[in-house]
């Protein structure tokens, strides 16, 4: 087991990691993972088999839910290996009772603990393991780079995600069947997202390799997912924004982008 994933390919990560974790997600032993097909069961198994000794597992869905995919990314970089839970959000799964048991906010990512704890929040989630794991770091180093990564990652949520989440849930043909839209709203948002983006691109435009400076962290992983989940939204990087695109290709060709 590897604390640093990434010059490991993803699929070394997940289908052939080699240790599990114990009540408080400490490396505790072989795994031997293995993939299972999805059966559309609720909670189905998608990753890894739990072991039956190692119950944490990460309640969790796939593209485009950009939330989950940050706790993939940051379990990638770290070479930490947690199964995978698949709660199928197409088929409201995370708003049957089972799951509601779990997070009362019907949202993924969860994790559950071995003692039956239920973390939510994909930045709580990540923080957990940061405190078991600390190498390599990725929520900054010394008390000034901790305070840049948080300062990043909740500019990153603010001025990206809170947007472009509106236009997704306000204006997009694909949440319609979820309320009332208000589109006029949404279609607003699309304008500030791009200007963010333009924003964030001015920003890193100084020359600094990554999101919060020169070491890759938290803050590279929400901006992706963010990034992402935005041209999911029909809200591509605006092509004048090269730093910021150059910067999606450096972070996108890590193997961990790929979680
Ligand atoms: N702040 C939460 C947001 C979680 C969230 O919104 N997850 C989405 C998937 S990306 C979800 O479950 N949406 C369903 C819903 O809100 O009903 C986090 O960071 O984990």
């Known amino acids: 087991m590897s604390t640093s994933a990434q010059s490991k390919p993803l699929s070394a990560l997940i289908l052939t990691a080699a240790s599990n974790y114990n009540l408080r997600g ?18 189905s198994c998608r990753g890894p088999h739990p072991p039956e000794d190692a119950p944490m597992k990460l309640y969790n869905e796939n593209h485009p839910a950009p939330n989950p995919r940050k706790v993939r990314i940051y379990l990638a970089e770290k070479g930490i290996d947690v199964p995978l839970q698949h709660v199928e959000i197409r ?45 390599p770091p990725l929520f900054g180093t010394d008390p000034l780079d901790q305070a840049l990564v948080e300062m990043w990652i909740m500019r990153v949520e603010f001025r990206i995600w ?36 333009r924003w964030l691109d001015r920003e890193i435009g100084d020359g600094r390799a990554f999101i919060a400076g020169a070491r890759y962290s938290m803050a590279d992983i929400v901006a992706l997912c963010g990034l992402d989940f935005a041209k999911f939204v029909n809200m591509p990087i605006p092509e004048e924004c090269t730093a910021l695109i150059a910067w999606r290709e450096r972070v996108s060709a890590r193997p961990s982008a790929r979680a």
């Open 26 to 43: 400490q490396i505790v032993g072989s795994a031997g993972g293995q993939s299972c097909p999805s059966t559309g069961d609720l909670l």
């Open 91 to 135: 088929k409201r799964q995370h708003k049957a009772p089972e799951f509601l048991a779990k997070n009362s906010l019907g949202q993924v990512p969860v994790l559950e603990l071995d003692d039956g704890t239920h973390l939510s929040e994909s930045l709580a989630i990540c923080r957990y393991f940061e405190a078991l794991h600390p190498a």
């Open 162 to 197: 809170r947007p472009v989440t509106i236009v997704w849930r306000q204006a997009d043909p694909r949440t319609a069947h979820l309320g009332r839209q208000f589109t006029d709203f949404g279609e607003y948002n699309r304008g500030v997202v791009a200007d963010e983006m």
